[in-house]
């Protein structure tokens, strides 16, 4: 994602959100908090775009992290959203493959996804491309 970008990206995020009114304003100051983050320190990830033409039409946010068991870099997508009129196209498995094909150049090692357990069909997706659960991690935060 580029700067002129940004405002493609946040709204293709935000329209992703299915929650109450009251949590889509946090979601969203949220969001704009992280796209800046992503153009101010590329180190930390970035935002990996999909257009049609001009239109945006795939958005997924990617950070790195070093992973001790692999030795590596590896990249973990947090939220990845089709626009709605564009999806059952394919877009999204190639776009899924494109990224894939984009870290391998850069020699990340592995590629995790998030995925809500709720999301039924984007487990499917996911296991459709090869994704596969390790068995061995569930996601626990800690807000600092």
């Given amino acids: 994602m580029a700067s002129p970008d940004r405002r493609e990206a946040f709204d293709l995020l935000v329209a992703s959100m299915q929650s ?14 992280a796209l800046s983050l992503f153009i101010e320190r590329p180190d930390y990830g970035f935002v990996y775009m999909a257009f049609d033409g001009t239109q945006a039409v795939a958005c997924a946010t990617v950070s790195y992290a ?33 990224l894939e094909a984009l870290l391998r150049v850069e020699e990340v090692g592995r590629l995790d996804v998030i995925v809500a357990a709720s999301n039924a ?4 997706f996911y296991r459709s491309l090869g994704f596969d659960d390790d068995g061995q991690h569930e996601r626990l935060t800690l807000g600092l």
């Fill in 20 to 33: 109450d009114p009251a949590g889509r304003e946090r979601f969203e100051a949220g969001v704009g908090a």
């Fill in 66 to 98: 070093i992973s001790l068991a692999y030795g590596t870099v590896v990249a973990e997508v947090e939220n990845f959203v089709v626009a709605p009129q564009h999806r059952r196209e394919g877009v999204g498995s190639a776009f899924v493959e494109s």
């Fill in 121 to 124: 069909p984007g487990t499917a």
